[in-house]
């Protein structure tokens, strides 16, 4: 919350947050409950969630910046913890025909799942991915960056390690390592809290994703040329409808699903 601007520290910040969403927010009704999408300025949202009893169940962040790419949409990816308003989905940067595969697998979370019905898979779609910051590091150019690593194998100045996808686990989490370099920056102020925070459009292995930051976080400014690397959590949303999975002529004659 705090890398677009909502410092969430404590049970009460949180309940004024709910409180603003709810007072501020404009209430979209869907199948499985009902989201509260409240956008602020520069693309700053939170999408709260209600089940149909109006019981709160989650709320998720987002930030619509300027990335748009193309992801081959492979699977739907359920996990155990997910509320029934959340989603996500496995993709592949830089698809092939079809979508099926690319140049590297990731998964990111979706704030709006529920507006959507079944989708068909495989397909590639135009997607603006936001990546929120748990930690980032800036070097003013590129010969910092390779100077600043000790090892002899090096991370290229552009480089995406989808590490949601390591491990045992069976709930894939939408996480990710990655290094790129900023095209625009600027610092925003959150219309509602009056705090900042660091956005910054980032060209990365595979296509340019939006980048927000907590400003405490930054030791050093970003500037445009700069190169970023850290780890971050990814958001996304379709920049166009996704191609849905048409019911068979029995599931429409008898209300199936």
Known sequence: MTSIGFDVEQESDWNKLVGLALKQGTR???GKGIYVHLEANEGIELWLQLN???EIIGMNPHY???SDRCLGITAEVVRKTDAVLDGAFHGWADPEAGGKSGLYPLVFDIPDRALYGILELPQILRVQLTAFSHELYVYRDEAQFMNSQETEIKLAPE???PSGLFGETDDPGATAFFTGQVQQTREIVNEYTGAAFSWALVNTLG???D???DTRLLAEPLTAGSIVSGSFWISGKFLE???L???SFAARMFGMR
């Open 241 to 243: 409808g996704p191609q």
């Open 207 to 209: 296509g340019e994703i």
């Open 211 to 213: 980048v927000v930051t």
């Open 245 to 247: 999975k048409r019911k």
């Open 159 to 161: 480089s995406f390690i």
């Open 28 to 30: 979209i009704q869907t």
């Open 52 to 54: 149909p009893k109006h």
């Open 64 to 66: 619509t910046g300027k």
